[in-house]
C-alpha cells in the first residue's frame, strides 16, 4: 500500500478525537470485504452495545467464548494502515513506551429506528483507543420529530470529559464518507436512529488495545 502523509483535524473534549481520511484503496476494499462476504461473517451484536440487528465481525483477538472466536478476513495491508492511523494518534498525544494490539474489527449497518446507546468501548484491556470510519452515509436520514433546524438523524455525538462555560463538552461531527474519528475507549459516545425506511448507514469500528506508561506519558514534553 502506497504511503500518505498523514491528514487529520482534531477537537479537544478533555481527550483528543482525531479525524483522518480513509486512503481510497482501504475504503473500498472494507466496503467490498462487508457487501461480498456478509453472509459469511460471524455476527457480532450479542456482545456489543448496539441496538442494530446488522452487527458482523472482521477480525477479533480476543478471548474465545461461547460469543466468538479469533478470526481475521482483513488483509495485511489494511491491518497495517489501522496501526499506522493509531500509532500517529499516540505519538501525537506525546505517549511513550506503549505497545499496540488489534483486539476487534466489526460493521455496524444501521437501518431506521436502529441505534447506538450511550457507550464506552474496551478489549482485553481497559486502556486502548477505538474508532468510527464512515463506509456508508444516506443523503436523506428522513424528517427529523422535531427541531428540523437542528438535525440529529443517524447522527454520531461524541461526550467530552471537558466541563466549564467555554469548553467544546461535546462534538457532533458533520460526517462523511471517508472519515475515520479515533479518541479513548473510554470517550462515551452515541449514535442516534433515523426516520428514511429505504436507508442504510454503513459504520466500521476498530478497537486497538494500547498498553503505556502513564507517568512518563503525562509529564513528556
Not at 478470526?71 to 505519538?91: A, M, N, P, Q, R
Not at 475515520?180 to 466500521?204: I, M, Q
Request: aromatic share 12%; net charge positive.
Amino acid at each position: 500500500m502506497k504511503e500518505e502523509k498523514m491528514n487529520f483535524d482534531f477537537v479537544f473534549l478533555g481527550q483528543s478525537v482525531l479525524k483522518y481520511q480513509v486512503p481510497l484503496e482501504v475504503f473500498v476494499g472494507l466496503n467490498e470485504l462487508y457487501e461480498t462476504q456478509k453472509k459469511h461473517l460471524p455476527n457480532a451484536n450479542k456482545q456489543l452495545a448496539g441496538k442494530i440487528p446488522d452487527e458482523v465481525s472482521l477480525f477479533y483477538a480476543g478471548p474465545t467464548n461461547k460469543k466468538m472466536h479469533t478470526h481475521s478476513y482483513v488483509s495485511e495491508d489494511i491491518l497495517k494502515w489501522f496501526y499506522s492511523i493509531f500509532d500517529h494518534y499516540l505519538k501525537w498525544n506525546k505517549t511513550i513506551e506503549y505497545n499496540m494490539k488489534i483486539d476487534s474489527i466489526w460493521v455496524n449497518e444501521m437501518k431506521a429506528g436502529d441505534y447506538n446507546p450511550v457507550h464506552i468501548h474496551q478489549g482485553k484491556l481497559y486502556t486502548g483507543l477505538s474508532s468510527v470510519m464512515i463506509l456508508k452515509l444516506p443523503k436523506d436520514m428522513g424528517p427529523e420529530l422535531a427541531r428540523p433546524d437542528q438535525p440529529m438523524n443517524g447522527q454520531l455525538q461524541i461526550m467530552g470529559s471537558a466541563s466549564g462555560q467555554f469548553v467544546t463538552a461535546d462534538y457532533s461531527p458533520k460526517m462523511k464518507i471517508g472519515d475515520f474519528y479515533v479518541f479513548p475507549y473510554d470517550v462515551r459516545h452515541v449514535v442516534y436512529p433515523f426516520t428514511n425506511k429505504k436507508a442504510k448507514r454503513r459504520t466500521l469500528v476498530c478497537n486497538m488495545d494500547v498498553e503505556y506508561n502513564p507517568v512518563k506519558s503525562r509529564t513528556a514534553g
